[in-house]
């Protein structure tokens, strides 16, 4: 028995055929639309990749892109081929690459699917990447005469501004490193000595940030310098008073920042995967109507159509068989080649 069976004359033939054209230029749309979100994602990824451990980033935004092109693609052929059944004639030309062209439909669903769930699980490797990332940059951000490291400090700085945030997981961060360079520091100076000495690397360690952790929105002039000592400041107290720059750490930031814009595209792709399924439903019945016409030389002759020629379980059933008896002839072959050089 033929699953979720409907009787068709030739004036539904012709509306679902119109509804089918339109819908699937609309899926033409969605799958620019699919390409447009995949590219800018990647802009976005490319503009902070030096804060980034590695280029796996980009494979989420390599596959929207790839699968924005094949939606256009595929929508295109199959609103050619609407078009074409408004006609039977002109459709009969198409009848051979029809179950095909559906498999091809089926599988690309899958792949929306999946994609749709890389998107929503994208924001845990992110996470990743980024805490190296940020790590690794904030260790060269005093290296401004350094090559290939001269911009980090610019990065950094705009990076903070832009998202308010300060250092990796939160302000102390740029307690454990030294980011003013040593061009900058007067080793005569009893207090760069002293700071030095007491450092077991060596290294020019400070409770500050960079101004780029400044709050504007504050009240008091910042305080980025000796933040932890509350007798440098006049009524100040670090561990009660609101301090005047970012609390929030930029990982948690930029990790919120992407996370919603995939979680946008993610949602963005199921609804995409569902007008798929409908347009791909929605040619299957096309096909079986037309195939099933009671006079064939008649149009307007009446005919059936439906979504699978059995039930789901017989259809199943039948998809495992032909997949065994596959399986048994490539072993039958296997055997007769093993064969024939024994009897050479």
């Known amino acids: ?10 004036k539904k ?8 054209w339109l819908l699937y230029w609309f899926s033409v749309m969605s799958g620019v639309l699919v390409f447009s979100m995949g590219l800018f994602f990647k802009i976005e990824l490319r503009k902070r990749s030096e804060l980034m451990d590695n280029n796996e980033s980009h494979f989420v935004p390599n596959v929207l892109i790839g699968v924005g092109v094949l939606a256009c693609c595929l929508n295109a052929f199959g609103g050619k081929i609407c078009y074409d059944s408004l006609d039977s004639t002109k459709f009969a030309k198409w009848k051979a690459i029809m179950k095909p062209f559906l498999v091809a439909c089926l599988i690309f669903n899958f792949l929306l699917i999946v994609t749709a769930v890389l998107c929503f699980a994208m924001r845990i490797p992110l996470e990743f990447t980024l805490a190296e990332g940020l790590k690794n940059g904030m260790k060269y951000y005093k290296d401004t005469d350094t090559p290939g490291r001269c911009y980090m400090k610019r990065t950094l700085d705009l990076m903070q501004m832009e998202f308010r945030c300060c250092g990796n997981n939160n302000y102390k961060d740029w307690f454990e490193i030294q980011w003013v360079s040593n061009r900058y520091l007067d080793f005569g100076a009893k207090e760069v000595k002293d700071r030095i000495s007491s450092n077991v690397d060596g290294k020019y360690l400070m409770d500050g940030v960079p101004f780029s952790c400044c709050n504007p929105s504050s009240p008091r002039p910042c305080i980025q310098q000796q933040i932890t000592n509350n007798t440098a400041h006049y009524s100040y107290d670090h561990y009660t008073e609101d301090l005047n720059i970012w609390k929030r750490g930029c990982r948690d930031a930029l990790v919120s920042y992407y996370g919603g814009m995939m979680n946008t595209i993610g949602i963005l792709v199921l609804l995409v995967t569902i007008l798929q399924i409908g347009v791909m439903i929605g040619l299957q019945y096309i096909n079986t109507s037309l195939s099933t016409l009671v006079n064939p030389e008649d149009p307007e002759s009446e005919s059936e159509g439906w979504i699978l020629e059995k039930t789901v379980k017989e259809t ?3 998809i495992m068989a032909k997949m065994k008896a596959m399986g048994k002839g ?5 055997g007769t080649n093993e064969e024939a050089p024994a009897a050479s």
């Open 1 to 10: 028995m033929a699953l979720m069976k409907v009787k068709f004359d030739l």
């Open 13 to 20: 033939r012709v509306k679902l055929a119109q509804m089918l």
């Open 316 to 318: 199943f059933t039948d």
């Open 330 to 334: 490539n072993q039958v072959d296997e």
